[in-house]
């Protein structure tokens, strides 16, 4: 392999590695507070990507207000979820919650199948997201650059949001113990609903990008994608938000590396985020920024 080759898919993999990271973020703000896997969370990239499509060829609205439409209707059904599935088992056992999150992803799953059918729709991607440019021998398309760029910026300012604001040390303060927070005169259902509602906004932001990149949308189209994206987060660390997007980027280069080196292997690519993972579980279990289980790893 070149080495124009070998820099057109790091290219390429920091681009995959950026959607990744931005649904991975949500997996881990959400496990930071409640110790919960939101196993419907990778559905919610589904629900955001959907709602771009309906927006944009069916209503016909611009580009950019859909985007924003989808983004912020996907973070008030974060909201909405947490309110109606979540919140009522806040004392249950965590296996209650786990199997609440794999019960929503099958509703939203099944419920986008009845009323827009099973059939992958065209994603109608704007014609300047397409353009290519050539810089030195290495393709880029406008997509390409977006996704990485939003992602920091995202990152950035959820970061801000974290240490920088009320809110924030809120969030912070309820990784440690929701109960103590509440004495305090937090009012602790609040701080959760704005988790879940950034990290659906992140998702949906995520399934958006996707389908631009790969151009068609369907309901069962978050579930490989949240499983890698969960992965990504594991190996990052699960409940630091730095190591969720270095675990989105360390799977993204993974797949699309070993793809570059090994072609024959390409029917496999998506296998390789798992084995990262089962050899992260064995030699790091709490991942690569990961910290003890009993603190806050924001």
Same mark, same amino acid.
């Given at each position: 392999?070149?080495?124009?080759? &070998?820099?057109?898919?790091?290219?390429?993999?920091?681009?995959?590695?950026?959607?990744?990271?931005?649904?991975?973020?949500?997996?881990?703000?959400?496990?930071?507070?409640?110790?919960?896997?939101?196993?419907?969370?990778?559905?919610?990239?589904?629900?955001?990507? &959907?709602?771009?499509?309906?927006? *944009?060829?069916?209503?016909?609205?611009? &580009?950019?207000?859909?985007?924003?439409?989808?983004?912020?209707?996907?973070?008030?059904?974060? *909201?909405?979820?947490?309110?109606?599935?979540?919140?009522?088992? @806040?004392?249950?056992?965590?296996?209650?919650?786990?199997?609440?999150?794999?019960?929503?992803?099958? &509703?939203?799953?099944?419920?986008?199948?009845?009323?827009?059918?099973?059939?992958?729709?065209?994603?109608?991607?704007?014609?300047?997201?397409?353009?290519?440019?050539?810089?030195?021998?290495?393709?880029?398309?406008?997509?390409?650059?977006?996704?990485?760029?939003?992602?920091?910026?995202?990152?950035?300012?959820?970061?801000?949001?974290?240490?920088?604001?009320?809110?924030? *040390?809120?969030? @912070?303060?309820?990784?440690?113990?929701?109960?103590?927070?509440?004495?305090?005169?937090?009012?602790?259902?609040?701080?959760?609903?704005?988790?879940?509602?950034?990290?659906?906004?992140?998702?949906?932001?995520?399934?958006?990008?996707?389908?631009?990149?790969?151009?068609?949308?369907?309901?069962?189209?978050?579930?490989?994608?949240?499983?890698?994206?969960?992965?990504?987060?594991?190996?990052?660390?699960?409940?630091? /938000?730095?190591?969720? /997007?270095?675990?989105?980027?360390?799977?993204?280069?993974?797949?699309?590396?070993?793809?570059?080196?090994?072609?024959?292997?390409?029917?496999?690519?998506?296998?390789?985020?798992?084995?990262?993972?089962?050899?992260?579980?064995?030699?790091?279990?709490?991942?690569?920024?990961?910290?003890?289980?009993?603190?806050? @790893?924001?």
């Amino acid at each position: 392999m070149d080495i124009l080759t &070998f820099m057109q898919q790091m290219v390429n993999g920091f681009s995959l590695g950026s959607m990744y990271a931005l649904i991975a973020i949500g997996y881990t703000m959400v496990y930071g507070v409640l110790r919960l896997i939101n196993f419907a969370h990778g559905d919610i990239m589904m629900v955001g990507a &959907f709602l771009g499509y309906l927006f *944009m060829a069916v209503f016909e609205l611009p &580009f950019a207000f859909s985007i924003l439409l989808a983004v912020g209707i996907s973070a008030a059904l974060g *909201m909405l979820m947490d309110k109606i599935a979540y919140k009522p088992l @806040r004392e249950a056992p965590k296996i209650s919650l786990l199997i609440t999150a794999i019960g929503i992803s099958f &509703f939203l799953e099944n419920a986008f199948t009845v009323f827009a059918g099973g059939v992958p729709r065209a994603f109608p991607v704007p014609v300047y997201m397409e353009n290519i440019f050539n810089v030195a021998g290495i393709t880029f398309s406008v997509s390409s650059i977006a996704v990485p760029v939003v992602t920091i910026i995202l990152l950035s300012g959820i970061l801000y949001v974290l240490y920088k604001t009320k809110y924030g *040390m809120a969030i @912070r303060a309820l990784s440690f113990d929701i109960k103590t927070v509440n004495l305090m005169g937090v009012d602790a259902n609040m701080i959760i609903a704005i988790v879940f509602a950034l990290g659906s906004a992140l998702a949906a932001v995520g399934g958006l990008f996707w389908a631009i990149n790969y151009p068609s949308v369907e309901p069962m189209m978050g579930v490989l994608v949240g499983l890698k994206a969960f992965a990504a987060a594991v190996v990052g660390g699960i409940g630091s /938000v730095t190591g969720a /997007v270095l675990g989105g980027f360390i799977i993204g280069f993974t797949e699309v590396v070993v793809i570059a080196f090994f072609p024959e292997l390409g029917g496999y690519k998506d296998a390789f985020a798992f084995i990262f993972l089962i050899l992260v579980l064995l030699f790091k279990p709490t991942g690569i920024m990961g910290e003890d289980l009993e603190k806050s @790893r924001f």
